[in-house]
Antibody
Framework: QVQLEESGGGVVQPGRSLRLSCAASGFIFSSYGMHWVRQAPGKGLEWVAVISYDGSNKYYADSVKGQFTISRDNSKNTLYLQMNSLRAEDTAVYYC????????????????WGQGTLVTVSS | QSVLTQPPSASGTPGQRVTISCSGSSSNIGSNYVYWYQQIPGTAPKLLIYRNNQRPSGVPDRFSGSKSGTSASLAISGLRSEDEADYYCAAWDDSLSAHVVFGGGTKLTVL
């Protein structure tokens, strides 16, 4: 079955960087686009970024463009999110999520989600 | 302020039918598929409806989705206590740069 396991969260000071990872199993990782979605404490869902199945296309939310970078290593079945210049408003649970359809020219939306990793930006 | 507009709350008694609305615009719901997610507090969201009205395997047929123009709705019939959760609609948005937009979420209470 599809499993997505995020890691790398924790407490970080404002202005510092953090890299999240998402280990995938149970499906052909290299055939699916992958997303990051975040949820601030007590708030709703906010889409962060998506990367195509082969890494050739990436799309970002305006709120993180130029600050976050999504990437993937298909040889390791792992998705990444490099987060730089972190601010208090980046505090959230970060979920990785699998795109619903394989090998598409444009991503769809997500079917499976990981359990999330909490990032707290605080001095 | 979410791009897609949902009522913040909804409620019903066991066995009832409830509907949750999701309003958008021509750049999102009006031109793209709508997805619905259920999130029980403290857990990850779960896909309920994709492509406006399709149910993944394992999702009971008590859940149904529809779309008309720039609005969509999720209906839950035969309400059960385990349906108490937050519900989110989502869609791609084609304005300026492509991105995904969510509704603000609707907290469903089963009375």
């Amino acid at each position: 079955q599809v499993q997505l396991e995020e890691s790398g969260g924790g407490v970080v000071q404002p202005g510092r960087s953090l890299r999240l990872s998402c280990a995938a199993s149970g499906f052909i990782f290299s055939s699916y686009g992958m997303h990051w979605v975040r949820q601030a404490p007590g708030k709703g869902l906010e889409w962060v970024a998506v990367i195509s199945y082969d890494g050739s296309n990436k799309y970002y939310a305006d709120s993180v463009k130029g600050q976050f970078t999504i990437s993937r290593d298909n040889s390791k079945n792992t998705l990444y999110l490099q987060m730089n210049s972190l601010r208090a408003e980046d505090t959230a649970v970060y979920y990785c999520a699998k795109d619903r359809v394989a090998i598409v020219t444009f991503p769809t939306l997500f079917d499976y989600w990981g359990q999330g990793t909490l990032v707290t930006v605080s001095s | 302020q979410s791009v897609l507009t949902q009522p913040p709350s909804a409620s019903g008694t066991p066995g009832q039918r409830v509907t949750i609305s999701c309003s958008g615009s021509s750049s999102n719901i009006g031109s793209n598929y709508v997805y619905w997610y259920q999130q029980i507090p403290g857990t990850a969201p779960k896909l309920l409806i994709y492509r406006n009205n399709q149910r993944p395997s394992g999702v009971p047929d008590r859940f149904s989705g529809s779309k008309s123009g720039t609005s969509a709705s999720l209906a839950i019939s035969g309400l059960r206590s385990e349906d108490e959760a937050d519900y989110y609609c989502a869609a791609w948005d084609d304005s300026l740069s492509a991105h995904v937009v969510f509704g603000g979420g609707t907290k469903l209470t089963v009375l």
